[in-house]
């Protein structure tokens, strides 16, 4: 029986987790300490920024500083965050007909792509390459 309500915040943030946990151990131990969150949707500020026409176009976003630029050195910052975005999830969802925890993996594994630096470009290509 289909669900007659649309996925939580709680429903997607447990399907980003259950992801979260089946990546490889080695990738997962080198994203050890980034939190994951779910929002509805991202700001028009913050669309904006990311030279978006509409925050309906962000499923995601990794809020910290990728490895590539960090040292030791550093002062401790706030911890590395990979930010969903429910509603924008909701409606590729819709739009493809993509399965729902396919889709939420592929979000969440994108936002670790940029941990490790990538561009959104060398991100489509892995994702493409057979």
Request: no cysteine; hydrophobic share 45%; proline share 6%.
């Amino acid at each position: 029986m289909r669900p007659t309500t649309p996925p939580s915040l709680e429903d997607i943030l447990e399907m980003a987790e259950d992801a979260f946990a089946a990546i490889p151990v080695e990738l997962r131990e080198m994203v050890r300490g980034t939190a994951i969150l779910v929002e509805e949707v991202a700001d028009d500020e913050l669309a904006t920024e990311m030279g978006l026409d509409s925050a309906w176009e962000l499923t995601g976003l990794y809020r910290g500083t990728p490895l590539t630029q960090k040292s030791v050195l550093d002062a401790p910052a706030a911890p590395d965050t990979i930010l969903l975005f429910r509603e924008p999830i909701l409606l590729e969802w819709i739009e493809t007909g993509e399965d729902l925890f396919r889709l939420i993996r592929n979000v969440v594994i994108h936002e670790i792509g940029h941990h490790f630096g990538l561009s959104d470009e060398d991100i489509d290509r892995l994702e493409n390459e057979d």
